[in-house]
């Protein structure tokens, strides 16, 4: 869209308004008055247009803002469920750990690992030998 460079003499319409009030225009004159309103109204479309393209930029501005705040949500939502995920596995790791401890009437065997004659496991058990190697804190060590 190319903006009118001949812009309407506004100054010039006044002057023909003054005029008028005077007593008929001449031709001439009435030929400048009708320009400077085709001028006017061409500069009004030029900004209707310019307006109208404003709005869809504008309504594209909010789209790309909505869309960037929905990923955002779903990468928060994503973030959460993650870390709620690791949080009930270091929990239930816990509670594995908690479960094989220290047998309270041999302090060297584990409370509820037996092998296949029911004669308790030595401790620490394969359980807990097992979230050992993986790191888990806890009791090791009595
Ligand atoms: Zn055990």
């Keep these: 869209m190319t ?5 309407p003499g506004i100054d010039q319409l006044r002057n ?6 005077r007593g008929p225009l001449t031709g001439e004159e009435a030929a400048r008055l009708r320009d400077g309103i085709a001028k006017l109204d061409a500069r009004v ?3 209707a247009g310019y307006a109208a393209t404003l709005e869809t930029y504008a309504a594209e501005q909010r789209e790309r ?14 973030r959460d ?24 009437y041999d302090a060297n065997s584990c409370s509820v690992c037996v ?27 009595a």
């Design 3 to 7: 903006q009118p460079t001949d812009r």
């Design 16 to 21: 023909l308004a003054d005029r008028a009030e």
């Design 45 to 47: 479309d030029y900004l």
């Design 65 to 78: 803002a909505d869309k960037a705040e929905a990923e955002r949500d779903a990468a928060q939502g994503d």
């Design 81 to 104: 469920g993650w870390r709620d995920r690791a949080l009930g596995y270091r929990l239930a790791t816990e509670r594995v750990r908690a479960l094989h401890s220290r047998w309270e």
């Design 115 to 141: 092998d296949c004659y029911g004669t308790p496991l030595s401790y620490p058990c394969p359980t807990v030998a097992v979230l050992d190697q993986h790191g888990q804190h806890g009791q090791t060590t």
